[in-house]
């Protein structure tokens, strides 16, 4: 058998969830069979004809021609402003249903998707499995460090716990933990002997984290999976020195689906064949190849509510360099976090986000940090302390934090037992509250 064919468990599962996963396996045949560049171009032409007829919204702009660029950037505001006109007017799946995406802003926002975006979600997950992991999804045991109390909720019922077992999945939470939990969750994967470990970037560094502290070999799986968090290159290194494997980093959202993923030379391959990208300049312009701009997404499959030319609140580049690992796929780079992880000066400059995080490298009586922007001249650090206080490390970050925010920004500091997640369960190093 070879290692991506999906197992008998697996086929049992896909046969319970045929209604849902009716166009999972054409997807899956398709992405195997098909030039991703094709796909995207056939996708994204039926996606417009089709809003051109069904959608009140999206048809306003698209009398002309269908062209793409034609379509006025898609922000959260104007989806909870537009929400009934968003939503097209013909369904083409066989079900809807409601999903909603906190993000940084903690503001929420509901979409509609249907079972045609989330079987091409999936379907594109696991392309990227076979493709660039070289093993299928659920073909092999895996461990999942998952966050959100929103899909963990459910994790008790026994149609799930039946659909985990068939998917080769064992879920651990990671909502809230303490070191004791940690301790707990490294036996649990020592036995469990997973292939590969997946979870949120933060829980997959935290778990790293604790082995580190008390000295434990983790098992070794053969590759490590991040996701759902911004994996910054200081998580990256504690995890992969801990697990002993590579991390994969992959990128995604509650909003569109599956983006992109990283491949074995360290690059992330986009997903056109679900998304389509663009990189905008602060004016709406495409900016040109290679420059930083702001990632405008346009998912291909959504036919319920599209999601045309969404503004997901990330910041990066593209390249359509030739890439040694072999794949077509562009090319995005310097991906950065929300917009909203930057930090904002009185003159409209944005200070990036890592600046601040780089400034709590290897200081090791830190636990956890969390650096809020409260106004202009105010700056709130939050520590949970793994040992006593550092106060020189202080002086040293309150120093650096004035030369870029001004020598007379107030830096505050609370030493504290937690630091909250969002409703997402997603940890943030960096927030800023400003207008928020
Ligand atoms: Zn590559």
Not at 112 to 141: C, H, M, P
Not at 159 to 174: D, E, I, P
Request: glycine share 6%; aromatic share 14%; proline share 2%.
């Amino acid at each position: 058998m070879r290692r991506y064919d999906h197992t008998l468990k697996f086929q049992v599962y896909l046969f319970l969830k045929r209604r849902y996963y009716q166009n999972y396996r054409n997807a899956i045949c398709k992405l195997a069979n098909t030039d991703p560049l094709v796909l995207s171009r056939e996708h994204l032409r039926q996606l417009l004809s089709f809003v051109s007829a069904h959608n009140k919204y999206y048809a306003l702009y698209l009398c002309k021609n269908h062209e793409l660029n034609n379509l006025p950037i898609l922000t959260k505001d104007i989806i909870r402003r537009q929400f009934k006109e968003l939503q097209s007017t013909k369904q083409i799946a066989a079900t809807t249903y409601k999903n909603s995406s906190g993000g940084s802003t903690g503001k929420p926002v509901t979409m509609i998707q249907d079972t045609n975006y989330n079987s091409w979600s999936e379907a594109t997950q696991e392309y990227y499995f076979r493709e660039f992991l070289g093993v299928g999804k659920n073909a092999v045991k895996s461990v999942w460090l998952w966050g959100s109390e929103r899909d963990l909720s459910k994790i008790n019922s026994w149609r799930t716990k039946v659909g985990l077992y068939l998917q080769n999945q064992l879920f651990l939470n990671t909502f809230e933990t303490s070191d004791q939990y940690w301790l707990e969750y490294i036996e649990r994967i020592r036995s469990y002997r997973p292939y590969y470990v997946a979870g949120y970037a933060g829980s997959l560094y935290q778990i790293a984290r604790v082995a580190r502290k008390y000295n434990i070999c983790l098992y070794k799986p053969k590759f490590v999976y991040s996701a759902a968090e911004m994996l910054r290159d200081f998580m990256r290194k504690e995890i992969e020195e801990q697990f002993n494997a590579k991390v994969y980093d992959y990128y995604g959202s509650r909003e569109v689906g599956a983006i992109a993923g990283e491949c074995s030379a360290g690059r992330r391959h986009v997903f056109i064949m679900n998304n389509a990208i663009e990189i905008l300049s602060d004016a709406d312009r495409p900016v040109n190849d290679g420059e930083d701009g702001r990632i405008i997404i346009t998912n291909l499959h959504n036919y319920a509510m599209p999601m045309i030319r969404y503004d997901i609140g990330d910041t990066g580049a593209m390249s359509f360099d030739r890439c040694v690992c072999g794949s077509s796929l562009p090319i995005i780079e310097r991906l950065t976090g929300r917009v909203t992880d930057h930090f904002r000066l009185k003159d409209g400059n944005l200070v990036h986000g890592e600046f601040f995080t780089h400034l709590f490298y290897f200081r090791d009586w830190v636990k956890q940090f969390q650096i809020a922007q409260i106004d202009y001249d105010h700056v709130r650090i939050s520590v949970v302390p793994d040992s006593k206080v550092d106060e020189r490390d202080v002086a040293d970050i309150n120093v650096n934090i004035r030369t870029v925010m001004g020598k007379d920004c107030a830096v505050e500091w609370l030493y504290v037992d937690q630091i909250e997640k969002t409703p997402q369960g997603k940890f943030l190093f960096t927030r800023c509250l400003i207008d928020e």
